[in-house]
């Protein structure tokens, strides 16, 4: 199995440059309950790594690419970090899906509408004392948010990884309450591009900010569900700093590869998770295909009755009742029927699926990002079955 060449010497030796980090008084200063991944290390995936998880709202602009009024396309992005261990027990970060509705749909809804809780404590200290980190970034799905997988996103920061996610302008559920949402043929070109900017921003932070200590532009994952499954499969053919992708519920990569020059061939590990009972995007053609048109080192994790939405935090809002009672309405589409694909009583329930999602990805990511091989022994069939009999059907193909 031919793998990423991993910059593992900082595990080995202490270089100058890092000995206040790596390896020096900084990191005595903040000590980690047990070692992250590592070429020495397998902590459990599916459990929160050692890391304290912060979070950050940034706004960025991409002058390159303006919008029809000339305005810089806007990219807000949600940052999660390792942080220090001293924020443990502060208030940790909710998110509230009213930000994406106008104020007058705001008063329609009222105040039923659930916030989503997580484990992240809103600008806490970066964990400057244990070297530096590989960068992640995780793309959502049409007329989704930033935010939508959180039970994902802050288990990576614990495992120690720099997680970016934007809000893809003109795919979000702010564009589609406004009536903005845009064509998917538009998508497939805007989003990588949003990617791949957040790539080049995250990697030339100025060094005043904590982040631009820790962030290892040579160690990049994306990951995303649906069309972010799609856009971290385009990206990975368009971009070779990709190192390793997770796409979750991608649509079919044959089609989304189709105007690049044949064939695609991506010399970087894989794991792609499908559910089988999608009806949002059928196994066959979409996963069954990705998966044919992928070479080794490559997995597949098949959530056997789960569906479209069973891979993100979406099922704990009754987001098509939210439609309704805002009069939320997308031309031809079913909101109530598309938004309950995974989410009914047939899916696993969400105590269920995330932790084998949340294993099988953060195991992969720990294994190719982190230089952590003994984490590839973990990414098989007997591990699915120790998760949840029955859960997930896994191929690995190393």
């Known amino acids: 199995m031919k793998l990423p060449l991993l910059p593992v010497v900082s595990v080995l ?24 991944a590592s070429a020495t290390s397998v902590p459990d995936p599916g459990k929160m790594g050692p890391f304290q998880v912060g979070v950050r709202t940034i706004e960025i602009f991409d002058s390159g690419r303006p919008k029809p009024d000339g305005s810089p396309r806007r990219l807000l992005t949600e940052v999660w970090y390792p942080a220090t261990q001293d924020s443990a027990g502060q208030p940790t970060a909710t998110y509230d899906p009213r930000e994406y509705l106008t104020p007058e749909q705001v008063a329609m809804a009222g105040a039923s509408v659930p916030v989503l809780n997580t484990r992240a404590v809103r600008d806490a200290n970066v964990a400057t004392g244990h070297g530096t980190f590989p960068l992640i970034v995780f793309s959502h799905g049409q007329a989704a948010m930033r935010w939508q997988s959180t039970y994902y996103t802050v288990l990576l920061a614990s495992h120690g990884y720099i997680v970016v996610s934007t809000d893809h302008e003109g795919g979000t559920l702010a564009d589609v309450v406004r009536g903005t949402l845009q064509n998917v043929l538009v998508g497939i070109e805007t989003r990588p591009a949003d990617v791949r900017y957040l790539m080049s921003w995250f990697s030339r932070l100025k060094s005043t900010d904590p982040l631009a200590q820790v962030i290892d532009p040579s160690r990049i994952g994306v990951t995303g569900h649906s069309f972010g499954a799609l856009t971290s499969l385009r990206v990975a053919a ?21 105007d690049l020059p044949q064939p695609v061939v991506l010399h970087i590990p894989v794991e792609v ?23 080794h080192p490559r997995w597949l994790v098949d959530i056997s009755t789960g569906g479209h939405f069973t891979f993100s935090d979406l099922c704990g809002f009754d987001l098509a009742g939210l439609a309704t009672k805002v009069a939320i309405s997308v031309p031809g589409i079913d909101i109530a029927d598309v938004l309950s694909d995974g989410c009914g009583p047939t899916a696993p329930p969400a105590a269920v699926a995330q932790p084998m999602i949340d294993h099988f990805a953060v195991g992969f990511f720990n294994a190719t990002l982190r230089g952590s091989t003994g984490s590839y022994a973990l990414l098989d069939q007997a591990h699915a079955d120790q998760i949840g009999a029955g859960v997930a059907v896994v191929t690995a193909d190393p």
Do not use: K, M
């Open 13 to 36: 030796f202490c270089s100058s440059s890092l000995l206040l980090t790596a390896c020096g008084p900084a990191a005595a200063t903040d000590p980690l309950p047990f070692e992250p």
């Open 238 to 258: 368009l971009d070779d700093r990709v190192a390793a992708i997770v796409p979750q519920a991608p649509y079919d990569a044959t089609t989304i590869w189709a």
């Open 273 to 295: 998770q499908g559910a089988h009972q999608d009806h949002t995007l059928p196994w066959n053609p979409h996963v069954a295909d990705t998966w044919s048109a992928l070479q």
